[in-house]
């Protein structure tokens, strides 16, 4: 009954190669407090996009809480910046400016051109200052984003590799959303990640 029933073989981890120059106004994974590291916090998400075949403007956008392994997937006209600013400000208004400033209490993304505007994703459209903390892993280290690469993978089950993305409802979307947050994961000891999101909010 398991989704999955292969072994998968260890990746090996190759040598960072960094770039050149310092990326302006953005906080390496480096600078992320501890605490997010050993998931004894919650509150800290990691962000990704699912694309579709080369060409295809639509995405799925992706958000990964590290302690609980919540999933929260949002459809995206394309894969820009300005697209995945507009999925946060939606999901900012859905929760209301505090409740997302405690549930949201840093995201952590690749280095992707979609998730650059650090000022657009880390400022909150109803308060003032900061909605959330932006932080930004190492160039060609997805194991530090392994939480959105695992469930990734699960999503990969039912939106397969080069499947347009523009073909698939909003209703489809939230039914895969809702089976993976409702599956018994064996890193929370068999609960949902739905079962530990809610213990955290009460």
């Known amino acids: 009954s398991l989704w999955e029933k292969r072994q998968r073989a260890r990746r090996t981890r190759h040598t960072l190669r960094r770039p050149r120059v310092a990326p302006t106004r953005r906080q390496s994974i480096d600078q992320r407090p501890e605490e997010v590291a050993t998931r004894d916090v919650f509150?800290?998400?990691e962000i990704d996009l699912i694309v579709g075949p080369v060409?295809?403007?639509?995405?799925?956008l992706t958000l990964v809480e590290?302690?609980?392994?919540k999933l929260i997937m949002r459809k995206l006209r394309n894969k820009t910046h300005a697209a995945v600013w507009e999925a946060l400000n939606a999901?900012?208004?859905?929760?209301?400016?505090?409740?997302?400033?405690?549930?949201?209490?840093?995201?952590?993304?690749?280095?992707?051109?979609?998730?650059?505007?650090v000022d657009g994703m880390q400022n909150s459209v109803l308060a003032s200052g900061c909605r959330t903390a932006m932080f930004y892993a190492h160039p060609y280290?997805?194991?530090?984003?392994?939480?959105n690469e695992n469930t990734n993978r699960i999503i990969r089950r039912f939106i397969a590799k080069g499947r347009k993305i523009d073909s698939l409802s909003h209703q489809t979307i939230q039914a895969v959303e809702q089976w993976i947050n409702n599956y018994p994961r064996k890193v929370i000891d068999f609960d949902s990640p739905n079962q530990r999101f809610d213990q955290e909010l009460k």
């Open 43 to 45: 509150g800290h998400w």
């Open 55 to 60: 060409g295809a403007k639509a995405a799925v």
């Open 66 to 69: 590290r302690k609980t392994r």
């Open 91 to 117: 999901l900012e208004r859905e929760y209301g400016a505090g409740p997302f400033r405690n549930t949201f209490k840093s995201i952590t993304a690749d280095n992707g051109s979609e998730f650059l505007d």
């Open 141 to 147: 280290a997805s194991w530090e984003r392994g939480s």
